[in-house]
């Protein structure tokens, strides 16, 4: 078997390995992020963007966790109310 054709094949894996991931994390499916400085929201294909760079806003790497889920994880006592 050609080199190339090696590559290709791991190329193809690892496609398929980023569709795996997505499909495994309900965040990342629901293909939205929210930047955690400004808020600013924007939807992407999450597959796409493991690959090819994951998108940025204000200087931070923009976050797949809404801002209820990060609230709830910072404050659990109050049920995610701040
Ligand atoms: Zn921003």
Redo the contacts with the bound molecule.
Sequence with gaps: MDTIDVIQMRFVAARDLHKTIVDEVPQLKRGILW??????TTSIDAADALRNGWPR????T?TIDSPEERAARRSPATNGKE
């Design positions: 930047c955690t400085k400004c808020g600013h806003h204000c200087g931070y923009m």
